[in-house]
């Protein structure tokens, strides 16, 4: 099966600084990616890189064989580590929004999340708590049927509870040939889900292995495998 | 992909477009029938010309305060929509990044466009009582012969070019807005620091191109301006180079503008 997402001798460079160099990877699909590496390893740059909100300095990124642009933004669903909805939007607006231009959007499936948790559609953005809000931003991502979804930090701003829940909402709404790639600092708690790792340092790949094989092979958990790699 | 884009860049900051205006009508509808229709001038007298000026300055300051908040809010949306964190939702739809750029130059354009119309209305509605008409009736030959043509002209002319600066204005707004995006640590001053040495250089520009064609008043080809029609003669004369002039900067511009949006964009 062709990859998902391809790197080849990827780089991205900062005035003087690599933030990526040659970086070769490939992801296949129908899998949970966890994305992993210290702050300033290059995990932002390559989600930034996949979603056409940075241009490569050399070499290619390619989502499902073609370079990011309109056609890749189809079928990628991000999440970004950040507020980036307009918060002077209600909920119902922002969800319309997502439907009027994601073709994959389905109404359907938001509407049953919300409920589900509880969110007031004619509630501001502005007035929902911060893990409120990430719940929102979550389930306007994993509404979309997509081929694709990256994930940076879904689970940073929340507590433990609602972590459970945002990772069942993952792992419930991506269907078995998506892959999603989930950037993250709380390895524990992500473990158990995913199907492969990624480790990056300085630009540079260090491991790409599946979660068996990290079990198997080194005889240790992936939070524990991280720790003794990237050990300060 | 287009006129969804343009169908959410209107709807932003619509309600307060519709509040201001909402306000400058009311106030002109009020300043009209409470004031400028009681006055009466058959008998003008020292108060009736003071009140007349404190009038016309309050309302051209209200106009102009209009004006300046609607500009504000075609260059806020093009930061918060493209720069800030909404930009991660703006530059993953799938829309390209002229599309993005035409949408936001459009329904800028169309908020300006607006803008005009509404206060080219409000003042149409202010000077056109029976007794303003009237007294201004007997000044008419005088103003007329001073700009060549009658008023009513000159103004209709002016309101032309407004409406020709809309989209030139919008465009040098983005155009600083995307110099600040250069620098990462200072966007915001970047982009005023962009707006106040582009407008320096544009006036250079406009100087030196004054006194190239010789249109400087009183200074090469014109001869003083006080005598019958030179007043219109100049100001059209002079106005005419200065909107070609920005035209041919704002095309620069949005080469610029454009140049950044497809290749140096980083939000934060």
Redesign the interface.
């Known amino acids: 099966m062709e990859p998902i997402l391809e790197c080849r001798d990827l780089t991205k460079k900062y005035g003087s600084k690599y933030a990526l160099y040659n970086l070769n990877l490939s992801l296949e699909r129908g899998q949970i990616v966890g994305l992993l590496g210290p702050n300033g390893s290059g995990k932002t740059t390559l989600i930034?890189l996949a979603?056409?909100?940075?241009?490569p300095t050399g070499g290619q990124i390619l989502i499902n064989r073609t370079e990011p642009?309109?056609?890749t933004?189809?079928v990628?669903s991000?999440l970004?580590d950040?507020?980036?909805?307009?918060r002077h939007m209600r909920v119902d607006e922002i969800t319309a929004?997502y439907n009027?231009?994601?073709d994959n959007f389905s109404m359907e499936r938001a509407a049953k999340m919300m409920d589900a948790l509880d969110i007031d559609r004619r509630a501001r953005l502005s007035s929902l708590s911060k893990g409120t809000l990430e719940k929102v931003q979550l389930i306007l991502v994993m509404s979309r049927e997509a081929k694709l979804y990256i994930l940076d930090e879904p689970i940073g701003g929340v507590d433990p509870a609602a972590r459970d829940y945002i990772l069942q909402t993952i792992l419930t709404n991506y269907n078995e040939n998506a892959t999603v790639l989930i950037s993250t600092h709380l390895i524990s708690d992500i473990e158990n889900v995913l199907d492969h790792v990624v480790f990056l340092q300085e630009g540079q790949l260090v491991l790409s292995e599946s979660v068996d094989e990290i079990r198997t092979q080194h005889g240790k958990s992936v939070d524990t495998l991280f720790r003794e790699v990237f050990k300060c | 992909?287009l006129g969804?884009l343009l169908?959410?860049d209107l709807k932003?900051g619509m309600k307060i477009f519709l509040l201001l205006h909402g306000i400058l009508i009311v106030i002109s509808l009020l300043g009209r029938f409470l004031f400028l229709d009681q006055l009466n001038f058959n008998e003008p007298d020292a108060a009736l010309v003071s009140s007349v000026a404190l009038f016309a300055a309050a309302i051209i300051f209200l106009l102009m305060a209009v004006c300046f908040c609607t500009w504000m809010i075609i260059a806020f949306r093009f930061y918060?929509n493209l720069f800030t964190?909404?930009?991660?939702?703006t530059?993953?739809?799938?829309?390209?990044g002229v599309q993005h750029l035409w949408s936001k130059i459009i329904s800028g354009s169309i908020l300006f466009l607006l803008d005009c119309i509404i206060e080219g209305g409000c003042v149409l509605l202010l000077v056109t009582g029976c007794n303003v008409t009237e007294a201004y009736s007997v000044i008419a030959p005088d103003v007329n012969s001073e700009l060549g043509m009658t008023l009513s002209t000159f103004a209709l002319i002016l309101f032309v070019i407004m409406l020709i600066s809309g989209p030139v204005s919008v465009i040098q707004t983005y155009f600083c807005i995307a110099i600040g995006q250069l620098f990462p640590a200072h966007r915001l001053l970047g982009a005023i620091a962009a707006y106040f040495i582009s407008s320096f250089l544009i006036q250079l520009l406009s100087f030196g191109l004054q006194i190239g064609i010789g249109l400087f008043p009183e200074y090469i080809l014109i001869g003083p301006t006080d005598t019958a029609d030179q007043v219109g003669t100049y100001l059209f004369t002079t106005m005419g180079y200065s909107t070609v002039m920005m035209i041919v900067i704002a095309i620069l511009q949005y080469i610029a503008v454009h140049y950044i949006m497809q290749?140096k964009?980083?939000?934060l």
């Open positions: 930034k979603n056409s909100l940075l241009h642009g309109i056609e933004k189809k990628v991000y970004p950040r507020n980036y909805l307009g929004y009027t231009f994601y | 992909m969804k169908k959410f932003y918060r964190g909404e930009g991660y939702l530059w993953t739809l799938p829309a390209s290749k964009i980083n939000l």
